[in-house]
C-alpha cells in the first residue's frame, strides 16, 4: 500500500509537471513559501531574543523572503549564530530557488517566442485577403494588392501555406519590399486540414484566393481546398472564393466542390486562347496584361445617372477619360460591348477602361471628330496561312484543336519536336494540315533544315517537362536561333513564346520575339481582380470566349489613315461605325520596348495621334 501511494503521487507530480511553465513556476512558489514557512518557524522558536527584535512572526517572514530574493541583503545581518545560520539557511535556499525560476522563465519564454515563430496562433483580423497556398506567383499577388490597397488606411493579406513562417515573410520582404499601407501576415499550416484553415479566421475575411501549388497534383489540392471551404459552417455572408485549376478537364469537379458562391477559371484554357490569338495578332498578351494588373489601367463599373435614358454608341464618345467597353444592367446581365442602339436605364452601370476610379469623367465639351481621315476597312478574304510550332508540351494538342477553328480552310501546322505527337498528328482536322518535322529546338542546325522562310507564324512551346528556370533558358536560346535566322533569310515572320517567369521576359527582349505568354502570372492577376471585384468574371468571360467580343489588335489604316493627324476621339467613332470599341493602340516601332511594348490604353481622346503604317488600334470586337 505505501509503494502504491507512492506511486501515485509520483504520477500525479508527472501530470503537472506536463501543464509546463505555469506549473513549474507555481511549484517553485510553493517551494519559496516552504522554505520560508519553516525558517521563520525555527528562529521564533529557537530565537525568542531575535525574533522579538525583528518584529516576530511577520517581520522574520519578511526578512526571510528578502533574504530568499536577494541574497546580499544578509551582508547586514546581527544576532546569535542560530539566527545568522538560519538566514544562510534561507538565502542559499532562495539562491536555488530564483535560480531556477529564472531558468524556468527563460525556458517558457523562448518555449513561446517559438511557437509565435512557427505561425501557429489564431488570427483576429475582419476584412482581410486570404491566400492559400505558395507559389512563386505569391508574390504578383501580394504585389497587386499592395496597389489595389494604395488608397485605403488599413489592410490585411494573410498566407497560409505549409512552410516555415520566418522563411515566407524573409522571401517576401526580398521580393515585396514596400508593402505601403498593407500588412502581410503569414501562417503556417497545411491548407488541405480544416483546423489549419481555421487559423487565418475565414469567416471574416473579405475574400479567399486559393493559388494552384506546384507539382502534377496542383488541381487535386485545389479541389480538396475548395471541398473544405464549401463544406465549412458559415455564418452570415460568405467573402468571395477564387481559385483556378490547370488542367481543363479537371474544371467541372472543381466548380461542383466550389459551390456556386465560388468563381474558378480555367488557366489551361485562358493559357491556349492567348497563344493562339497572340500568334495571329502579337502584343494582346500585353494589353491583357495592362486590364489585370492594378499598375495601369483597369475595368472598372460605373454608375452614370446623366446617361439614362441615351444609348450605347452615343455613350461611346461620352466620356473625357475613360473609354466605356460595356452595360452592366441593374436587374443583372452584363454585356460586353452590346449593340449601339442597346438603352441605358436608370440604375445601369457602365463598364469603363480607366486607370481608377477616381479618374473617369464624362466630357463637358466632346473633342471633334475629323470625318476626312476616317477610313473604311478593305475586304479582306481569309488567306491559308502556315505556322510552326517548336517544341510540345501539355497545351500542345489544344493549342491544335482551336487553330483548327480559327484558321482558314487549307492553313497547315507543322510540329518540331524531338519527338512524334502521333494522336495530335494523325488525327483529321477541318480547316488544318498538320505535319511533323523532327527537331531539336536548341540546335541551330537543326533550326535552319525547318526551311523556317516558309512560315508565316512561329509558336515556340515551353517544356513543361523540366524545371521552369531550365525551360525558360532553352526557350531563349531557341529564341536566339530564330531571330538570328529570320535576319539572315530577310524572310519576316512573327515569334510569340511561353515563358514560366516574366523576369526572363525582359531577358528576352533582345530576342526581339513579337509576344511573350507569361500564363502564370496573367492567371494570378486575374485572380487578383476577380478577388477584389467578382462582378468582373463576367467581363472576362466574354473576353476570353470566342463566341463572345474579344480583344483584337487591327490594322491602323483599317480606321484612319496613316501618316495624317488625328485624334482618339476620330478613332472611337471609326471603331463605333464598325460595331466596335476602341480602347487604345500600338506603335510598332516601340513594340519591343518594355514595359508598355508600345501599348497604350485609354489615351487622351481630344491630344494630337498620328498612326502610321504597321501600327496597330486595340479594340473589343466579336470578330
Not at 530 to 553: K, M, Q, T
Request: glycine fraction near 8%; include cysteine.
Amino acid at each position: 500500500m505505501r509503494v502504491r501511494l507512492r506511486t501515485r503521487l509520483r504520477y500525479w507530480f508527472d501530470g503537472t509537471m506536463d501543464r509546463g511553465t505555469p506549473a513549474l513556476i507555481g511549484w517553485l512558489g510553493l517551494a519559496s513559501v516552504a522554505l520560508i514557512a519553516v525558517v521563520t518557524i525555527l528562529v521564533v522558536l529557537l530565537t525568542n531574543e531575535d525574533a522579538e527584535l525583528n518584529d516576530g512572526w511577520i517581520g522574520v517572514a519578511w526578512m526571510s523572503l528578502l533574504r530568499t530574493l536577494d541574497p546580499g541583503t544578509m551582508g547586514g545581518d546581527t544576532g546569535n549564530p542560530v539566527f545568522l545560520g538560519l538566514m544562510l539557511t534561507v538565502t542559499v535556499g532562495g539562491i536555488f530557488i530564483v535560480s531556477a525560476l529564472i531558468g524556468v522563465l527563460t525556458t517558457g519564454l523562448e518555449t513561446r517566442i517559438e511557437q509565435l515563430r512557427k505561425g501557429r496562433s489564431q488570427l483576429v483580423e475582419r476584412g482581410h485577403t486570404i491566400i492559400l497556398g505558395w507559389s512563386e506567383q505569391v508574390f504578383t499577388v501580394i504585389g497587386e494588392l499592395v496597389k489595389a490597397n494604395q488608397s485605403a488606411r488599413r489592410s490585411c493579406v494573410v498566407i497560409l501555406a505549409d512552410r516555415d513562417k520566418v522563411g515566407m515573410e524573409d522571401q517576401i520582404r526580398m521580393r515585396v519590399p514596400d508593402t505601403g499601407h498593407t500588412r502581410v501576415i503569414c501562417r503556417s499550416g497545411n491548407p488541405l486540414k480544416r483546423a489549419d484553415l481555421e487559423l487565418v479566421s475565414p469567416q471574416t475575411a473579405k475574400s479567399i484566393m486559393v493559388l494552384p501549388p506546384q507539382g502534377e497534383d496542383a488541381d487535386i489540392d485545389v479541389i480538396k481546398v475548395l471541398l473544405l471551404l464549401n463544406n465549412r459552417p458559415w455564418t452570415g455572408a460568405r467573402p468571395h472564393i477564387v481559385a483556378a485549376v490547370q488542367d481543363s478537364e479537371n474544371l467541372a469537379a472543381a466548380r461542383l466542390a466550389a459551390g456556386e458562391s465560388a468563381l474558378v477559371i480555367d488557366a489551361d484554357d485562358i493559357t491556349v486562347r492567348m497563344v493562339v490569338q497572340s500568334h495571329r495578332q502579337a502584343g494582346l498578351s500585353t494589353v491583357c496584361t495592362d486590364l489585370l494588373d492594378f499598375a495601369g489601367n483597369e475595368i472598372y463599373f460605373r454608375p452614370e445617372p446623366a446617361l439614362a435614358g441615351t444609348t450605347y454608341g452615343e455613350a461611346l464618345g461620352a466620356y473625357e477619360l475613360g473609354v466605356p467597353i460595356g452595360v452592366h444592367k441593374a436587374d443583372g446581365p452584363v454585356l460586353v460591348n452590346p449593340p449601339q442602339d442597346t438603352s441605358i436605364a436608370a440604375g445601369d452601370s457602365m463598364i469603363v477602361v480607366a486607370e481608377d476610379d477616381l479618374l473617369i469623367r464624362l466630357a463637358d465639351d466632346r473633342p471633334p471628330i475629323i470625318e476626312e481621315v476616317i477610313t473604311t476597312a478593305p475586304e479582306r478574304k481569309p488567306v491559308p496561312d502556315r505556322t510552326l510550332l517548336i517544341g510540345w508540351n501539355a497545351r500542345a494538342a489544344k493549342i491544335i484543336a482551336l487553330l483548327d477553328r480559327l484558321a482558314p480552310p487549307g492553313s497547315a501546322v507543322d510540329v518540331a519536336a524531338p519527338r512524334r505527337p502521333v494522336y495530335a498528328v494523325e488525327m483529321p482536322r477541318q480547316n488544318l494540315v498538320v505535319g511533323f518535322k523532327p527537331c531539336e529546338p536548341t540546335s541551330r542546325r537543326s533550326l535552319e533544315s525547318l526551311d523556317l522562310g516558309s512560315y508565316q507564324h512561329i509558336v515556340v512551346l515551353s517544356n513543361d517537362g523540366v524545371d521552369p528556370d531550365r525551360a525558360d533558358n532553352r526557350t531563349l536560346v531557341t529564341l536566339l536561333h530564330l531571330r538570328d535566322i529570320e535576319v539572315r533569310l530577310g524572310d519576316p515572320y512573327s515569334i510569340v513564346t511561353e515563358m514560366n517567369d516574366d523576369n526572363n521576359r525582359e531577358v528576352a527582349q533582345v530576342t526581339k520575339a513579337d509576344d511573350f505568354i507569361v500564363s502564370s502570372k496573367l492567371i494570378c492577376l486575374m485572380l487578383t481582380q476577380l478577388a477584389e471585384n467578382r462582378n468582373l468574371y463576367a467581363v472576362f468571360a466574354d473576353l476570353f470566349d470566342p463566341a463572345g467580343s474579344e480583344i483584337y489588335l487591327k490594322p491602323a489604316s483599317d480606321y484612319v489613315l496613316p501618316g495624317v493627324e488625328a485624334n482618339f476621339a476620330t478613332v472611337i467613332e471609326s471603331a463605333r461605325r464598325r460595331g466596335e470599341v476602341a480602347i487604345g493602340y500600338r506603335r510598332a516601332g516601340h513594340s519591343d520596348e518594355p514595359p508598355a511594348y508600345g501599348v497604350t490604353l485609354n489615351p487622351p481622346k481630344g491630344a494630337p495621334l498620328v498612326l502610321d503604317d504597321g501600327d496597330h488600334v486595340i479594340v473589343v470586337a466579336e470578330d
